[in-house]
């Protein structure tokens, strides 16, 4: 069944406010605890030579790997790595903090380092990190009975009751507290260099439909018909048989960056000049052996961090609200949204070869992990699915190396290979740009995910070459990124 969140502020008094971070910091520490436990456990089960000989013999077959995974998992079960033994873990550690935090919560603690745990076990993860001071901002129940509980506006939890805001003349507000509660949690979020805190309460079932209070109209209306979305690190094309878009993602967060540029240079000099002695004559860190390197800390330069954090704060919300409202518009076109499978983690790699240009000077190993931080196309295909999923689609990815979006000509059927610079497609004097043309033919994806309908092609190319020629007039005389190339 889906779930669906609404953040709601708290009214908390000064004394609320410091039990809250004392409770945040507890559980930080639990955390740490536990990482310290289980890494100890986890380094003793890879060092067996059973195991290791267990994971070299996959052959990433599901069939004949399954006797394999279930010797591998009853030696993770016998060295207490699994959920179930870090629920376990974490019960001896709350009981010494019980009148701060609750058995659930402590669970939800030790289910989130399990989460970490899997990614390694199972995915590409690498390590399982410790949580610095300040970082752990939310705590979560496991359901609306014990633990933290949402009960006549107020939120209860271990002996602390405090007000929720909450605004009934807003439709959707008022919808969704008819709706039933899953569980409760608490967020403190850094805002203009103070600590605000908030309630997520997470939901049972689909999201209430937001309504224009103008006008009484339904807000955003899932459309009927073929979306197909061309993204890029940076750019979105998007085709459907209503309109053709080619838009740049999150374009309202790049000042931000120019202004996280300045303030890291400045907390750089900073940093230098109050610890001289912790650099080279060159300019690098002097490297202290075993001994921890410590940091004085000037007013100056705490200040700045605390701008930094800010900047860090407003980039990320207004980026998750950018990619709502996208979100939104896309699903307006059509219900079946069409896109190829990206590798973005593997773009953020740095190339491995080093190479030279043709004036013999050795390449940039940088790709687009600069890009994809700011722009983060992944969330926004993420939120699209999540959208999708409330009317019962999701999501569609095509085969990338199969299908060719980028190569194929639906004219001759042929595929050409083309250069990251050339940003344009020239079909006998016909012009189309590169991004929205590809955008077009996974828009019209056959039904075996690799290849294009041809037929369709044909039957729909007439009105996207109008719609293509209205966006470029559009774009025309616009600052653009030099990937669109109009």
């Not at 406010?17 to 890879?46: A, C, H, P």
């Not at 949580?131 to 009960?151: A, C, M, Q």
Request: aromatic residues 12%; hydrophobic residues 30%.
């Amino acid at each position: 069944m889906a779930n669906f969140v609404v953040e709601f502020p708290l009214r908390t008094e000064k004394y609320q406010e410091d039990i809250l971070n004392k409770r945040f910091e507890i559980s930080r520490q639990i955390y740490n605890s536990l990482v310290n436990v289980t890494q100890k456990r986890y380094k003793e089960m890879i060092k067996t030579k059973k195991y290791r000989d267990l994971m070299s013999s996959l052959t990433g077959n599901k069939k004949t790997d399954k006797e394999i995974w279930k010797q591998i998992n009853d030696i993770r079960k016998q060295y207490g790595m699994s959920e179930y033994s870090f629920h376990k873990d974490v019960k001896k550690m709350q009981k010494h903090f019980k009148d701060n935090i609750d058995s659930l919560t402590a669970r939800k603690i030790a289910a989130a380092l399990w989460k970490s745990y899997e990614k390694i076990l199972y995915g590409n993860g690498k390590k399982v990190y410790y949580k610095k001071y300040g970082t752990l901002d939310s705590l979560e129940g496991k359901s609306n009975g014990s633990g933290i509980r949402f009960k006549d506006d107020m939120i209860f939890w271990n002996g602390m009751e405090i007000p929720v805001v909450i605004d009934y003349s807003n439709y959707y507000e008022y919808q969704a507290m008819q709706c039933q509660i899953c569980y409760n949690r608490i967020v403190r979020k850094y805002v203009r260099n103070k600590y605000k805190y908030y309630v997520q309460i997470i939901f049972k079932g689909n999201p209430p439909v937001k309504v224009n209070a103008d006008t009484g109209e339904i807000k955003h209306c899932v459309g009927n018909g073929d979306v197909g979305l061309d993204i890029g690190t940076r750019t979105i094309a998007i085709a459907s048989q209503s309109d053709v878009k080619l838009l740049e993602l999150a374009d309202r967060i790049q000042n931000i960056e120019n202004q996280k540029r300045r303030i890291l240079r400045r907390m750089d000099r900073s940093i230098r000049s109050t610890n001289p002695d912790n650099y080279n004559e060159d300019g690098t860190i002097k490297k202290q052996g075993n001994k921890k390197v410590i940091w004085k800390k000037s007013n100056h330069y705490i200040k700045h961090q605390n701008e930094l954090k800010e900047l860090y704060r407003k980039q990320a919300a207004i980026r998750k609200y950018q990619h709502e409202c996208l979100a939104n518009y896309i699903i307006s076109f059509g219900n079946k949204v069409y896109v190829e499978k990206m590798n973005f983690s593997g773009l953020q790699k740095r190339a491995k070869k080093t190479e030279k240009n043709d004036k013999g000077r050795f390449k940039r190993k940088k790709r687009f992990g600069k890009s994809l931080a700011n722009k983060a196309p992944s969330m926004l295909l993420t939120i699209i699915n999540r959208k999708l999923g409330y009317y019962g689609e999701q999501l569609i990815k095509i085969d990338t190396s199969e299908a060719k979006a980028s190569q194929f000509n639906h004219f001759d059927g042929t595929y050409t290979k083309k250069s990251l610079s050339q940003r344009w497609n020239n079909f006998d004097g016909v012009k189309i740009q590169r991004d929205l043309y590809s955008a077009f033919l996974i828009m019209n994806i056959a039904d075996d995910l690799k290849s294009f309908d041809i037929d369709k092609c044909n039957d729909r190319f007439e009105n996207f070459y109008r719609l293509h020629n209205l966006e470029v007039e559009r774009l025309i005389g616009k600052k653009n990124l030099s990937s669109i190339s109009i």
